[in-house]
């Protein structure tokens, strides 16, 4: 009877939502997202949309993504990091250097071991700031803000402030360039691979809820849902097949940066509803006094948060340098403030407890739309960061007053 009544109290929009079984906050920053598009092409007189455009924008969507899914943890455990972008940068021209000027140019051996040189690196520091966080008791604002000047600084003096280049042929298709990509047919298998998962956990879906004796989705809900995400698929491989290889009409496909955000995405989703981790991790953000008690070993927790995170920005570092061909000490600069803005855009609460990694996605795509968007309208660099502080101010009162209502 309650949930009738409570039912009945919802407005039309709201109950179709409930059956569709869509997050209204999530559904309203899909809005924001169409309307800044639309926005931003009519600006640009239709430069947005173009098919260039749509595929540099999902390339540099990649970094900031990925390192947002490893925010979405921290924060959602109470804490922050300010220092994601000074570690890629660190960690970045480690990679550049140990690949041009430590290991033997052209090996096969080179690029691997560089890139899990990378990761380790990245991993480590994540603990050694966890460390301090968790066993010493200082404040992450206070920890990531000393690694944010840390590894700025240790960024210049791995090679005095010069540029490391080239890298390794191979290693560059890491970065998306012209020859980063998976091609016409490769991408349709791809695209068709992930409708295939689609309708298999649509259907594992319905087994599970029949197995527990759960109310199932509505067949029509399920359906409009299973159209809608299919059509996205085709859309988007339809797009990056229509970017074509400079004075060829040879379609490049999917960027292998956006195949490893994927992968990122899958492997961090997973992480945070299936594994003890991620449940120790919500646990701790919801009540860390409760968790502790109920024999949750909070320290290690959050230690290993951190090393998630660390290991994020070594991968962030791996596809820039590839992307451009180089080490460079401004690697990430101020990277750590889209990081936070498109992890609190995409629905996950300063106030611990409640986050998800498809939300960051979105959030990290509607950062990059606007920072796309304004390069090409022009503005200047120093304007641009005005206007990503004030979004990220936005954000954060929209999130302080989206749980007040909760309430």
Not at 55 to 84: C, E, F, K, P
Not at 242 to 259: A, F, H, N, Q
Request: hydrophobic share 55%; charged share 10%.
């Amino acid at each position: 009877m309650d949930s009738q009544a409570t039912e009945s109290k919802l407005s039309p929009f709201e109950r179709l939502c409930a059956s569709l079984e869509i997050d209204t906050r999530m559904l309203a920053m899909i809005g924001a997202l169409l309307i800044i598009w639309f926005t931003l092409n009519y600006l640009t007189d239709g430069i947005f949309f173009t098919a260039r455009n749509l595929y540099n924008l999902a390339v540099q969507t990649s970094v900031v993504g990925i390192m947002a899914t490893g925010m979405v943890l921290v924060i959602v455990a109470r804490h922050i990091d300010l220092s994601v972008g000074s570690v890629m940068g660190f960690t970045g021209m480690v990679i550049a250097f140990l690949q041009v000027h430590a290991f033997t140019l052209g090996a096969a051996w080179n690029w691997p071991l560089t890139v899990v040189c990378g990761l380790a690196l990245g991993a480590l520091i994540g603990i050694w700031q966890g460390w301090w966080v968790a066993y010493r008791g200082v404040p992450a604002f206070v920890v990531t803000l000393g690694g944010l000047l840390i590894f700025r600084g240790a960024a210049y003096l791995v090679t005095d402030g010069r540029t490391v280049a080239p890298m390794d042929e191979t290693y560059q298709l890491l970065g998306g360039g012209i020859h980063g990509s998976i091609g016409a047919t490769g991408s349709w298998i791809f695209g068709a691979l992930c409708i295939a998962v689609l309708l298999f956990n649509a259907v594992q879906g319905r087994k599970r809820r029949a197995r527990f004796g759960c109310k199932p989705k509505a067949v029509w809900a399920e359906a409009l849902i299973l159209l809608v995400s299919i059509g996205l698929v085709c859309g988007f491989v339809m797009v990056m097949n229509s970017y074509y290889k400079p004075k060829t009409e040879i379609p490049r496909g999917i960027p292998i940066p956006v195949l490893i955000l994927i992968g990122v995405v899958v492997l961090m989703t997973l992480l945070a509803k299936v594994t003890k981790f991620g449940r120790y991790v919500f646990a701790i953000g919801g009540n860390p006094e409760a968790a502790e008690l109920s024999g949750i070993n909070v320290e290690r927790v959050t230690m290993f948060i951190f090393g998630v995170m660390g290991l994020l920005c070594g991968v962030a570092a791996v596809i820039t340098t590839a992307r451009l061909n180089a080490g460079a000490n401004s690697m990430g600069m101020m990277a750590e403030l889209n990081v936070i803005a498109a992890a609190v855009i995409g629905g996950t609460s300063l106030a611990g407890g409640l986050g998800s990694i498809a939300g960051a996605i979105l959030g990290a795509l509607i950062m990059q739309s606007l920072e796309s968007g304004m390069v090409l309208l022009g503005i200047s660099s120093a304007m641009r960061q005005v206007i990503i502080g004030l979004v990220l101010i936005i954000a954060v009162w929209f999130d302080v007053a989206y749980n007040k209502n909760r309430r």
